[in-house]
T-cell receptor
Framework: GESVGLHLPTLSVQEGDNSIINCAYS??????FIWYKQESGKGPQFIID?????DKRQGQRVTVLLNKTVKHLSLQIAATQPGDSAVYFC??????????????FGKGTHLIIQP | KAGVTQTPRYLIKTRGQQVTLSCSPI?????VSWYQQTPGQGLQFLFE?????QRNKGNFPGRFSGRQFSNSRSEMNVSTLELGDSALYLC???WGRGNEQYFGPGTRLTVT
């Protein structure tokens, strides 16, 4: 079946640098995308979402970019901090109008912040 | 306000047994979804309930079932446990479609 994937299982960056985590999806019907952060021993934590009628959305220190032409999603984290160390997942759902039911998750990227 | 709670947090069962996991959503949330997380398969959708009705179901065998009560609390049941059922089972709640999901801490199930 169709799935959402991430390009890199691990990404190591220096504290204070910007991080970019990428995700490719294959379901052209996807219309709602979410980034989650999961720390060890915890459930996924919502970071930011974007709907298919947008190509960019900004939050606090995070930006999500959506390129529907190549089915690519990215998460940019500005000025990474030690607390940003976690596994990051992208997720998508094809339900029109958005909706988090039946999310399809990518495999995750482990972001490591080096001092 | 209180987040999504899941009980128990840890569970050890033997093959062939059955298990019931519980999830209490955030107050006011009517949608509850369940996910299985394993190192090999990652996060996979099990099923979703809204107003006591199963609206959506992932690709899991019939041994996996669930229900939702009138207060939106949900339970999932796994019968005839297999070693491969060892996983972190996550519950997420939301207001409904079009709204972000909030995850609980999960129940770590180990099948021996």
């Amino acid at each position: 079946g169709e799935s959402v994937g991430l390009h890199l299982p691990t990404l190591s960056v220096q504290e204070g640098d910007n991080s970019i985590i990428n995700c490719a999806y294959s379901n052209s019907a996807s219309d709602y995308f979410i980034w989650y952060k999961q720390e060890s021993g915890k459930g996924p934590q919502f970071i930011i979402d974007i709907r298919s009628n947008m190509d960019k959305r900004q939050g606090q220190r995070v930006t999500v970019l959506l390129n529907k032409t190549v089915k690519h999603l990215s998460l940019q984290i500005a000025a990474t901090q030690p607390g940003d160390s976690a596994v990051y997942f992208c997720a998508e759902t094809p339900y029109s109008g958005g909706g988090a039911d039946g999310l399809t998750f990518g495999k995750g990227t482990h972001l490591i912040i080096q001092p | 306000k209180a987040g999504v709670t899941q009980t128990p947090r840890y569970l050890i069962k033997t093959r062939g047994q059955q298990v019931t996991l519980s999830c209490s959503p955030i107050s006011g949330h009517r949608s509850v979804s369940w996910y299985q997380q394993t190192p090999g398969q990652g996060l996979q959708f099990l099923f979703e309930y809204f107003s006591e009705t199963q609206r959506n179901k992932g690709n899991f065998p019939g041994r996996f079932s669930g229900r939702q009560f009138s207060n939106s609390r949900s339970e999932m049941n796994v019968s005839t446990l297999e070693l491969g059922d060892s996983a972190l089972y996550l519950c997420a709640s939301s207001w409904g479609r079009g709204n972000e999901q909030y995850f609980g801490p999960g129940t770590r199930l180990t099948v021996t």
